[in-house]
């Protein structure tokens, strides 16, 4: 692995190879000493141009377990406030001896083009670039870490079983994806991951949230989530932000209120009860309590959403580990 840009360009063997990656750093995270010696003298620079509390911590928190020096880089008070390019900054950053850059953008494909302009490194020997969130297009470690989470619960636990699911996909699962699909990265990733995991997806969303061209994507599309929980009975439930700050001429442009969203597109007491017993709720954070997720629902004991943050950590670990320390069958290739 050179790069991890994009949930789509993942095989199942890279998707299941992280996975179980992630399964071993989690095990390291109930020791005493929760840190490892793997990245020792490697440097790992969060570059974020945009606001962001979960992820860059989780990424922080990911990079020091295994050892590595950590630069935090904020857009907000530095040389890019002043105009400096992404080029420069890039340039800058390969100057100071970074091994690794987390990047998130509020431009798509701002990633992929630091990881392929030459700004970083060279050909032969590139800084390693992950993606952290570009615009609306992709989040990849969100992707994974969600499925980390549904295998743990649905295939590591089924049956009353024990372990992560190592080495199994997803197959058989079926996961719906409820909300704002249109401003939303983390649907955008989840979609493909899923599928190539072999899950069956569901967007459900109305109509003005769901993206120009979405019936390409390798997915079913619902307006209607009473139906879909009661007859689709869904394995996971995974509720998505309402993006409010995305939206051009504000929520009121996308649906009448949030009155009526919560009515139609929220989960309630009254959804959960529609759900089968082994299904979970997921929620990638952070939430709108009382728009897209009741507090009765975000708190139940179907609730996962506290657990992904720290399966986050997991598997950003193993992201960074086999980008920086090697390790892959698919070593050389850019994911």
Known sequence: MKHLLSA???TLDETILILDTAAQMAATQSREIKKLPTLRGRTVVNLFFEDSTRTRISFETAAKRLSADVINFSAKGSSVSKGESLKDTALT????????????????GAPHQLAHSGWL?????????????????EHPTQALLDA???????????????????????KGLKVAIVGDVLHSRVARSNVHLLRTLGAEVTL??????LPVGVETW?????????????????????MLRVQRERMSGGAGAFFPST???????????????MLPAHTVVMHPGPM??????????????????????????????????????????????SI
Do not use: K
């Open 259 to 273: 009155l009526e969203y919560a009515r139609r597109y929220g989960l309630d007491q009254r959804r959960l009860a």
């Open 8 to 10: 789509q360009d993942l």
């Open 288 to 333: 709108n309590r009382g728009l897209e997720i009741s507090a009765e629902a975000a708190d139940s004991t179907r609730s996962v959403i506290v657990e992904q943050v720290a399966n986050g950590v997991a598997v950003r670990m193993a992201a960074l580990y086999l980008l920086l320390a090697g390790g892959s069958s698919a070593e050389g290739s």
């Open 218 to 238: 390798p997915c079913a599309t619902s307006y209607d989530l009473d139906e879909t929980l009661a007859r689709w009975q869904p394995d996971a439930v995974m």
């Open 121 to 137: 490194g060279s050909v032969d020997n590139p800084v390693a670039v992950l993606n952290a969130g570009d615009g609306t297009h």
């Open 93 to 108: 950053l390969h100057a100071m001896g970074a091994d690794a850059v987390v990047v998130r953008h509020w431009a798509s």
């Open 148 to 170: 980390f989470t549904i295998r743990r619960h649905l295939v590591g636990r089924a049956g009353g079983a024990t372990g992560d699911g190592v080495g199994r996909d997803l």
């Open 204 to 209: 459900v969303s109305p109509p003005t949230l």
